[in-house]
Structure formats: structure tokens, C-alpha cells
């Protein structure tokens, strides 16, 4: 089993910075992708950003030059540094890993940005 545990979010004003982490436990394999997905109000679950264990990223329009997701060598642990936020960025952000087939995901962490 895996389990995913998120720290940080919170409340930040716009134009500032937040630094989501995510670790994980358990059975964790060599190859997998760890990410972060968020969730708005009365909105779908959305990619933010993802990272492959070759390293690889992908992040979504929106985000893109101001956040910047990484992962530690053990590639058990990922992080989003998320700078220049908007209130558009306000939402919960969920940690994901996927690895052989099955998504494993967190409970979520909020992230509130006020104009």
C-alpha cells in the first residue's frame, strides 16, 4: 500500500509564493510519476504539474513559468514551488503517484490566494 501526506497551503496574497511538498511511503517502485492536480469550487479536477522519474516534467498553461514542481533523488517526495500566484490558483491541491497502473492520491492541501 501507499500512502501520500501533503504539507503546506494555506493563505497568501497575490503576487506572492507558496511551497507545496508531498511524501510518500509504502510500497514505492523505481519507475512512477509523482504530480500535483487541483481542485476549484464547482470546477473538475485539474492537472498542475507532473513529473516523470526520469526527471521529465509537464505543467499545465496556466502555471507554466511560475510554478515549478521537483522531486528528491530517493523520488519518494515532490515538490511545487509556486511563485507570482493569482487568485485563479485558489483551490485544493491534491498530491498524486502513479506507478504500476493505480493512482495513489493525498487528502489535499488548500491554497487560498486573496486579490
Known amino acids: 500500500q501507499v500512502q501520500l501526506v501533503e504539507f503546506g497551503g494555506g493563505l497568501v496574497q497575490a503576487g506572492g509564493s507558496l511551497r507545496l511538498s508531498c511524501a510518500a511511503s509504502?510500497?514505492?517502485?523505481?519507475?512512477?510519476?509523482m504530480g500535483w492536480y487541483r481542485q476549484a469550487p464547482g470546477k473538475q479536477r485539474e492537472l498542475v504539474a507532473i513529473?516523470?522519474?526520469?526527471?521529465?516534467?509537464n505543467y499545465a498553461g496556466s502555471v507554466q513559468g511560475r510554478f515549478t514542481i521537483s522531486r528528491d533523488s530517493a523520488k519518494i517526495s515532490v515538490i511545487l514551488q509556486m511563485n507570482s500566484l493569482k487568485p485563479e490558483d485558489t483551490a485544493v491541491y491534491y498530491c498524486?503517484?502513479?506507478?504500476?497502473?493505480?493512482?495513489?492520491w493525498g487528502q489535499g492541501t488548500q491554497v487560498t490566494v486573496s486579490s
Open positions: 498524486k503517484l502513479f506507478q504500476l497502473g493505480t493512482d495513489y
Open positions: 509504502g510500497s514505492i517502485f523505481r519507475l512512477n510519476s
Open positions: 513529473i516523470t522519474s526520469d526527471g521529465s516534467t
